[in-house]
């Protein structure tokens, strides 16, 4: 007989034995089984409601905490990007020169004549 024959020919054997001790159970003992086996039942499937409410909090607060990073990480980089664009040295002479408006407004003009000076 293979292996798989005698665990078939086991749980037949297994069965057929609890069936008929579960026939020799008085009717008062039974009700108290029965009884055990419902609030065993009741108090599984709480447990499994309250836990499919917490697994629906999962994603909301994996999602929150996503995104909490990734806005910290943008105002991160806005700050750098922003600190990049803060006047250098070579900005100075522009910025407290008292030189009237309309000369930067010529500004490309001057720095084109400037190039034509040093190629001509």
Request: avoid cysteine; charged fraction near 25%; charge should be negative.
């Amino acid at each position: 007989m293979s292996e798989k024959n005698q665990d078939q020919e086991f749980l037949r054997q297994t069965r057929k034995t609890l069936n008929l001790q579960i026939d020799a159970i008085d009717d008062s003992t039974r009700s108290a089984l029965s009884h055990i086996r419902r609030r065993a039942i009741a108090q599984l499937d709480s447990h499994s409601t309250k836990s499919k409410f917490r697994q629906g909090w999962y994603p909301i607060l994996a999602a929150t905490a996503t995104a909490s990073v990734i806005i910290s990480i943008a105002i991160t980089i806005n700050m750098s990007a922003t600190t990049d664009r803060l006047p250098t040295l070579e900005d100075m002479p522009l910025i407290t020169a008292t030189d009237d408006i309309m000369f930067y407004q010529d500004l490309e003009f001057y720095q084109w004549l400037d190039a034509e000076k040093v190629n001509g």
